[in-house]
């Protein structure tokens, strides 16, 4: 063993055991095998030998034409593991007496002592060590899932629920990340007309769906034997159960999905959809799933960021500030205030777990739309930073789409249009469920000019396929009114943009509600619509629109004058009413 390293093999392969043992890696096959593969070769002396191609073949099994200069995945499992072992030891692993590590530049793992004693004599498993030393170990499960979107973003799902088997007196202050959930078939429907062929199918789209996730561990429990519905609160349960039910009636198929707490049986959400066979018989299951999953991701995501506000920043892991951090519609709120929260949540996760990269993909984020939509927030200092932050993210997370989504939209609001469209599109590759990488790579190549009809029609549909009480929708029907405004077409815009109005606002949105009412003649209206907002912008300011945020977002592109010009006409027919 190396003379850095200041630990006996025997409690480095002790150490070994717990990390393996811990929730992050017992959900992650891969991860297993590269650490273990890593640290039983350095204690055989073999540690010249971990390079990127002998862990691709003997630890993954990839097959000896394995090129690590083309395939990312052994960087890539380097990185999660990396963060994994920082959150190890920040909650299940702060007792345990030799850490191991793995510096970044490399593979060969690093052992040393942590400074808390080494047992003298075999003893209970860490758990029970903890509580005889009158510590609490993790009995909470805060559940995070996040389905398509960015995110990032967003097709995944991120579920966060609060799981307990001991009193809240003596819950720890430090909750983990990982996630429960159980797909199923419902076990209260009826057989008449139950499809088990196509049901088995959906629930295992629908498990791949929700297992795309690179920021957060996923647990997938298998179906319990026994239909009792009580047994989802016990203790050993799943914390979310996601039921499924798929009945042919004559010409049409429906499919139905409930989400239902794991902890108390209380139904969350539940949608339906019909399928009719004689117009759609090859509807695949995979566009079925998408839909679900646009449906689905919002409503618990919410919830999830729920569960966790309120709580101190300085007991969260990496994984949750992350979740707190990441722009999602519905529990997101409209100011100045929230969104700098964001960053500092960004950056205490950063802290935590320095090579974390989705927190980067959000501080990117987070920065460049600051810059973008508040003056004071701008500058070349904000945008190297973000830019900087991006490129690092990229880096450390390469394959999670979360993490993509949230660093393309940071290159939007940045004015790197073209580049943000090409992140979006490897978003699509790494989970084609993933509804706003999917809406946007669509939406965004017309921003700054007039869209064809395919793509307005696009839009529209998109919308319609949301449930009407979906958050989501703010985002759809504020990029119908963008599409609108880039036809000059401003009732139909002025209409989209009320309707988004009434579900959520940002500066974007009221900056170009304000422009189509000035459009039309009600200059007023269009002053009160953003004096109303100063509360929660102080700094909003058409001036700023229409000379710094509009034309970085379109500085890619020429052609865009007739939409530039559309806000520097509101400029100047607001700014009398706005100091007055």
Not at 21 to 41: D, G, I, M, T
Not at 60 to 65: A, D, I, M, Y
Not at 257 to 271: H, I, M, S
Request: glycine share 6%.
């Amino acid at each position: 063993m190396n003379n850095a390293d200041s630990a006996s093999p025997g409690s480095v392969e002790d150490s070994l055991r717990r990390i393996l043992q811990s929730r992050k890696f017992v959900s992650s096959p891969n991860l297993s095998k590269f650490l273990r593969y890593v640290v039983e070769q350095k204690l055989a002396g073999n540690e010249a030998d971990l390079k990127a191609y002998s862990i691709a073949v003997d630890a993954l099994g990839q097959p000896e034409s394995f090129d690590a200069q083309i395939d990312p995945r052994v960087r890539v499992l380097g990185g999660r593991i990396r963060t994994a072992l920082t959150e190890y030891y920040s909650d299940e692993g702060a007792e345990d007496p030799v850490r191991i590590s793995m510096p970044t530049g490399g593979y060969k793992p690093v052992f040393s002592r942590s400074g808390v004693a080494e047992p003298q004599e075999p003893g209970p498993e860490p758990g029970l060590a903890a509580l005889i030393k009158g510590r609490s170990p993790k009995q909470w499960l805060v559940v995070a899932t996040v389905l398509c979107m960015a995110a990032y973003g967003f097709g995944h799902l991120a579920l966060l629920g609060l799981r307990s088997t001991t009193p809240s007196s003596q819950r720890p202050e430090i909750a983990p990340s990982s996630i429960s959930i159980l797909v199923r078939e419902n076990p209260r429907d009826s057989e008449a007309g139950r499809e088990r062929q196509n049901s088995g199918r959906f629930i295992q789209d629908l498990r791949a769906a929700l297992a795309r996730n690179e920021a957060l561990s996923i647990v997938l429990p298998s179906n319990p034997t026994g239909d009792d519905l009580a047994t989802m609160a016990e203790p050993s349960g799943p914390d979310f159960v996601i039921n499924t039910t798929i009945h042919t009636i004559a010409e049409s198929r429906r499919i139905s999905v409930e989400l239902t707490n794991g902890r108390t049986n209380v139904l969350v959400w539940a949608r339906t959809k019909t399928i009719d066979l004689e117009f759609n018989p090859l509807k695949s299951s995979e566009e079925v799933v998408g839909q679900f999953v646009r449906e689905l991701s919002s409503q618990v995501f919410g919830a999830s960021i729920r569960a966790l506000e309120g709580r101190d920043p300085d007991t969260l892991s990496a994984s949750q500030l992350f979740v707190l951090a990441t722009w999602v519609p519905g529990p997101a709120r409209n100011s100045l205030k929230w969104e700098k929260q964001r960053i500092e949540l960004a950056r205490l996760a950063l802290k935590k777990a320095p090579e974390f990269g989705p927190a980067y993909s959000v501080l990117a984020d987070k920065l460049a739309y600051l810059a973008a939509v508040d003056g004071p927030s701008d500058g070349d200092q904000a945008l190297s930073e973000s830019k900087n932050s991006a490129a690092r993210a990229v880096e450390l997370a390469p394959g999670d789409a979360n993490t993509l989504f949230n660093v393309a939209q940071s290159q939007w609001h940045s004015g790197q249009l073209n580049a943000s469209i090409r992140t979006l599109r490897r978003v699509l590759e790494l989970d084609p469920n993933h509804s706003f990488a999917r809406f946007f790579s669509t939406v965004y190549p017309f921003t700054c000019f007039a869209a064809p009809d395919e793509v307005l029609d696009f839009a529209v549909s998109f919308d319609k396929s949301l449930g009407t009480d979906n958050p989501i929708r703010w985002v759809t029907l504020t990029w119908k009114g963008w599409l609108h405004v880039n036809r000059e077409e401003f009732d139909l815009a002025l209409d989209a943009e009320q309707r988004a109005a009434q579900i959520f606002q940002v500066p974007y949105t009221v900056m170009r509600h304000a422009a189509i009412l000035n459009r039309l003649g009600r200059t007023d209206e269009a002053a009160d619509i953003i004096l109303a907002q100063r509360s929660n912008w102080p700094n909003l300011d058409p001036a700023h629109f229409s000379t710094v945020t509009m034309p970085r977002l379109c500085q890619e592109y020429s052609g865009s004058e007739k939409m530039l010009g559309f806000y520097a006409d509101l400029t100047r027919a607001i700014a009398p009413r706005l100091t007055r």
